[in-house]
């Protein structure tokens, strides 16, 4: 139900809601993992976390029109969101896949060439949140005080 609301939330409604989703991703994982035993397919993941569309007629919210002018300080006339769902199903799957294995879930792909599944029982123990980058623009490398000792060397 968030995912439906998030894909159809007006103006900049998904920039509130993104404050939300990578926790609401991890708990409802966290709640497969406990309530299912048996491994599960990762379309199924996939749809639940909101990683692919919704389905045609699937949602109970109407979607909006999108605005014809860019919205207050941004440059577009829509905000995609940071927890938007992929554009086709595969890419939603192939997301959601990337997603797990950064988590630590153990994704197998049956013999035989079947659709890839979760193995919950594997996966219980090693579930983790990964750590985020520890400066803002991501690369530890191009720190304060990494800037500073080449700075001083240099004069």
């Not at 007006?10 to 991890?26: F, N, V």
């Not at 406990?34 to 990762?42: D, E, F, I, N």
């Not at 949140?129 to 991501?138: Q, R, Y």
């Amino acid at each position: 139900a968030f995912f439906a609301a998030y894909a159809t939330a007006p103006a900049l409604g998904r920039a509130l809601l993104d404050l939300m989703a990578k926790k609401l991703r991890w708990a409802a994982l966290n709640v497969l993992v406990r309530a299912y035993k048996a491994p599960l397919p990762v379309d199924f993941i996939a749809n639940t976390l909101g990683f692919c569309p919704p389905a045609p007629g699937r949602t109970r919210i109407p979607p909006r029109a999108a605005p014809k002018q860019p919205l207050p300080g941004c440059r577009s006339a829509a905000y995609v969101g940071k927890a938007a769902a992929a554009a086709t199903q595969e890419e939603g799957v192939e997301a959601c896949m990337q997603w797990l294995q950064a988590h630590g879930a153990v994704v197998e792909t049956p013999e035989g060439g079947g659709a890839p599944v979760l193995d919950v029982k594997s996966s219980a123990g090693r579930l983790f949140v990964p750590e985020e980058p520890k400066v803002a623009h991501g690369d530890d490398n191009l720190s304060l005080e990494d800037f500073l000792a080449r700075a001083s060397s240099r004069v």
